[in-house]
């Protein structure tokens, strides 16, 4: 216990002897060794310095007195007016032996720096900002030197931006500490860091972050030489540990390295989390397991312009690479590989090989060598031979386009050519590729996301050659339909992979069905009445022979297709098409649709219709969009020439003023049921016969522009009248009709229909010795109608020779068969000179009835003549005799004759 207590009292003297001359020796060399160094630090100082506070101190960092500085801050050197800041530091500690200090040898044997920073750049032509010290010519002065034997650094980050070599980096020194006789000419030299990376970036882009790094190092220093050989060496990054052997010289324009780095039996998944995290983010579902060994040298120069060369060659053994969701691994995965930086020790002379690659995929495997040289502008070589089961490489390689992807794809490939990044590939890249090989397609399916197109059952050979790709037979089902192609694919490769690259195939296309809705149609859940979108692309062009068996639209269907397919520029055209559809045939059709315009889609269209169904044509067609001629109105066999032209936005709306058809019809054996326009002239024909009317044959030519359907003159030889018809129609249902029908019709009908009996001009099964004509005309719209005699229709048609007499027409017919007895008007006095009205009977002779020049002077006898020989008639000459027009009070209307 005494002795403890004689200790304790020793150790207290001591303390106080020391503390006690600490404090006397502070205040009586403070005011020196300040003065002193900061002289000789101004001396040697190329750049400003800031101080807040200088403190001398023999205890703080006992046994060496120290000099603190506190809050310091050095501008960087620059010819710039406005400096930024080099260096700072919260404490720098410079530390002498207290010796040294007593005999005035100021001679600094530790440095510490602690919370500060270092900010170093590089401009673009190799000038830096650091170069704060100034050489010193006088070296007599030995009272001021370093003989360090300690450097260290505690929570300091160092800032680098080096312009000149597109780089930039961030690492915080936790600790760093450098030991040894730094003023020996040959020493050893102990070096421990404990560093974290922020960031460390290579032109623009990411090759190390957030990752810490512990250094171990034994140098073998020989100053005389600038020498620094390492004897031992150990870097770890992560969890990832080196082994360093070699050596470093200064020189005066950076450090000469010859280093050699080796790791053995490093994870995989290790080295996977050396990435940046913008690639890690897509290998978050991958798992990997394996080992990677390599042996690496870095010799040449470093410095502000210059990089050493890297050359390292590496192992893969028994790798794993397992996506999570799917559980799909690509297994058993050897090679070997080689990495360089090649002659000029840049990017774009790095070169990273593959070779003897071998895994396992699935029930198939993935084998080859593959390179990529010169990583700023990738130029990619590489041989390989794969078989792929198609539904594991979709959930493997995350292709989410594709709902459905089931078969075999086996391919064997040599290819090289320049791809600038796999995310940015450039069309001229791709142009220059040198491709080779073959591949077959077995028992495929597809099914893109949310579209309603499948492809099943493909098989198909393709053969590789550079940017294009030869089918030489590809068949399959299309939505269930058979189909096959055969031809050629140009600039194939930079038409997938980027947008806007043309396309051109040459080819066949044979298919056994093909539904225009489903390719029409981008959503699945769309129905039938869904907005279609049509856009043609301007940027493929193909020229394809074509063979559809079966091809439909909505409800028009059409059989045993043929024609020609061109398109170009986003106009689509086809010629010398022929079909069967609507019980019929149509030939020599050409078809243009020009889409090249914004949301302007012109059709024009020309062909031949041979002998269709009309009625199937109207169902099919779907009445052509209005209701007031429908399919259930007319039957017959169709025979037409077409000519058509409209213009359509993007969703096929129809523009109706600018739609032109121009069609020679002829129709036979035709029907007409329950016809608005025809049962109107149920005034003159019985209803019965008006709802059903046959006819063997009806020419005409119709024409529809401006939202109006304009017929000719046109014949109609019914089993109702014989009747011709003429007028307009349009399409918001106006209609102006006009029709001559032959009274002898008339009156032959409207007699029978009053008695069937009633024989008083005999039953005349055609009256055409002398022909009688009834003009009509019907206005309004289909629903709401006039019909009245057409006296316009009458004066176009007269004939020049026809011999007229006017007479009331309703008098006279009251006489002859008894009609319109509740009209008051018929007792009224026929007038002498009867006024000009609306309904005109027309009488025209045959042309074997007209007889010579005598005959022609008689019927242009004057008109007194004729009333002073009046010649008395009876039954239908009289009935002729005594025709005139109404007066204007008896037009008809509404269906009221």
Partial sequence: MRLLKRILIVFSVLLVLILGTGIVISSIYEEDVKSYMLSKINERLNTRIDVKEINFSVLKKFPYASLEFNDVSADEVTKNEKKGTLFSAQSVYLQFNIIDIINKNYIIKKINVENGLLNIKIDKKGNNNYQVWKAVSDSSNHNFNLALSSLQFKNFTFYTLNEYKNLDFSIEAKTIDLTGNFSAVKYKLTTTADLFVNQFNEAGQSVLKNKSINVNTTFSVNQEENLYEIKEGELSIENLSFDLIGNLK???????????????????????????????????????????????????????QHTPNIEADFEIKNGTITEVNSNISLSKINTKGSFSNGKGKKNNTTKLSLSEFNSVFGAGKISGNYTITNFTNPYIEFNSEANIDLNQARDFFKIDTLETAIGLLDINIKYSGYIKELNNIQAQDLQKLNAKGNAELKNADFKLVNHSVTFEQLNGAFQFNNNNIEIDSLNGKLNGNNFNVNGKFNNLLAFIFLQNEPLTVYGTIEASKLVLDELLLKDESATKDSIYTLSLPNNITFKCVTAIDTFTFRRFKATDVKGHLNLSNSVLSASNVSFKAMKGQISNANFVLNASELNRITMTSSAQIDDIDINQLFFEFENFGQEYFVQENIKGRATSTIQFASLWDSHLTLNKDLLYVLADLTIKNGELIDYKPILAMSKYIEVDELQHIKFSNLSTQIEIKNQLISIPKTFIRSSALDVDVAGTHSFDNKIDYQFRVLMSDVIWRKAKSKKKENTEFGYIEDDREGKMSLYLRMTGTVDDYKIGYDSKGVKEKWKQDLKEEKKTVKQLLNNEFGWFKKDSTINEPIDEKPKDSGLQIEWEEDEDAKTDDNKKEDRSTKKEDVEKNPKKKKGLGKLIDKIAQPDEEEFEEDGDF
């Avoid at 450090?255 to 780095?261: E, P, V």
């Avoid at 996977?272 to 897509?282: A, M």
């Avoid at 978050?284 to 390599?294: D, R």
Wanted: proline share 2%; net charge negative.
């Fill in 250 to 304: 200064e020189t005066e324009n950076g450090t000469n390295l010859n280093l050699k780095i080796n790791a053995n039996n490093i994870q995989i998944e290790d080295a996977f989390s050396l990435f940046p995290e913008s690639e890690k983010k897509k290998l978050l579902t991958y798992k990997s397991k394996g080992v990677i060994s390599f042996e690496s040298t870095i010799i040449g120069e470093l410095s502000t």
